[in-house]
């Protein structure tokens, strides 16, 4: 029989809570392999076993899905056996001979969490080793650079064989940690911010800004993509999206050019805490770097800050764009990240936007605008599902 193995990380260290973590994994895998077919799960010694009901279940796709299942470090295939040596001599040669084929050299590793197994870890490699190089001739054994690492683990209840474990996603499990509202623009930074939080065990609600029609439904489209694609490690991340077209047009046109950036990014805070408070999130994630633009100079980012009453997370506010790529690459955002549909922070863009403001001239800037009614009513929309903006609404 073939089971998974799915290694624990960080949260075997989280001392008299670390069952409240474990419970929350083995509820998120249960949840995410469902579509896999039936199986059972068994967790000890930091370790979830996956053990198949039958021979329908889809073992390939649990075993991709695992991988990405925020609060695993490492993700395996293994062989079940009985903990005798004699059942693990007949069942590793079979199990392993695909692998060991196309390889020259390799070792054997032993691991004994059950000490009272009758040999050694050492005996149990040098005679499993021997074994295999009776069955495979070709091999040759190498200890310090092999090919192949065969691993045989000595637990509770059985003994397992297996070949290289793949990198899990690490983190934390998703929610255990409570949930936050994401601001996501459609760019790269956000869905890397989304994905970072996440992994440090973070529900997540999108929440997304929409001015019809200076942005396009395909714009909105691209954003779903994301948190999509984000939502494979992080789960389900429902969207809000918030009719801003009114908003901005009248920022546009009653608040000085060089202001307007700020002042809309306080408008969107004030809207997103809102909603946040409404769906049971208790802190703010956004994907501003430090310097990258006008508005994420420090004090800009201190006057958008001045109107939020909750944490405001910012995990990339000390990395570059080239460290944003990379790992919005990795997580296979960038391709749909940088499709040509422009959002709402990049209508009516200030040519000179004002990196040093002051919080008075922007409360000023603010209170010509007056803007609280529209506020409230782009609010009142968003949680009623209402962002098409039509030209009545625009005025």
Request: net charge neutral; with cysteine; aromatic share 6%.
């Amino acid at each position: 029989m073939e089971v998974l193995l799915l290694k624990c990380g960080e949260m075997v260290l989280k001392g008299l809570n670390r069952k409240r973590f474990e419970e929350r994994l083995l509820q998120v895998l249960r949840e995410r392999l469902a579509p896999c077919g039936k199986f059972s799960l068994y967790s000890m010694q930091s370790t979830v076993t996956v053990t198949p009901a039958d021979a329908s279940f889809d073992m390939d796709r649990a075993f991709e899905l695992s991988r990405h299942v925020f609060g695993l470090v490492s993700v395996c295939r293994a062989a079940v056996c009985e903990k005798d040596m004699d059942d693990i001599y007949r069942v590793a040669p079979d199990y392993l001979s695909e692998l060991l084929s196309g390889v020259s050299t390799f070792k054997v590793d032993a691991r004994r969490s059950d000490k009272k197994f009758p040999l050694t870890s050492m005996d149990i490699m040098r005679e499993l080793g021997a074994v295999l190089l009776e069955r495979f001739p070709h091999l040759r054994v190498d200890v310090n650079d092999p090919e192949a690492v065969i691993r045989v683990e000595i637990r509770d209840r059985n003994a397992f064989v297996h070949g290289p474990a793949v990198p899990g996603a690490g983190g934390l499990p998703s929610g255990i940690n409570g949930r936050a509202a994401l601001l996501i623009s459609g760019g790269i930074d956000s869905p890397v911010a989304a994905y970072m939080m996440a992994r440090r065990g973070l529900a997540l609600t999108g929440i997304h800004f929409f001015s019809y029609p200076y942005t396009s439904p395909r714009a909105l489209q691209k954003v779903r993509d994301l948190l999509a694609i984000v939502g494979r490690a992080a789960g389900d991340i429902p969207l809000i999206v918030v009719p801003f077209t009114r908003v901005q047009e009248v920022i546009r046109d009653r608040c000085p050019e060089e202001l307007s950036t700020l002042v809309l990014r306080r408008c969107m805070m004030r809207v997103a805490q809102r909603i946040a408070w409404k769906k049971d999130c208790h802190a703010l994630v956004t994907g501003e770097s430090l310097g990258q633009v006008a508005s994420q100079t420090l004090l800009a980012l201190g006057v958008t800050d001045a109107v939020a009453d909750m944490p405001v997370f910012r995990p990339l506010i000390g990395m570059d764009k080239t460290d944003i790529i990379k790992i919005s690459r990795e997580i296979d955002t960038f391709d749909t990240s940088i499709l040509p549909y422009e959002d709402c922070c990049t209508v009516f863009t200030p040519k000179h936007p004002k990196t040093k403001p002051r919080l008075a001239e922007i409360e000023a800037a603010e209170a010509k605008c007056a803007l609280d009614e529209l506020l409230d009513e782009a609010y009142t929309r968003a949680l009623a599902g209402d962002f098409m903006d039509s030209p009545e609404n625009r005025g």
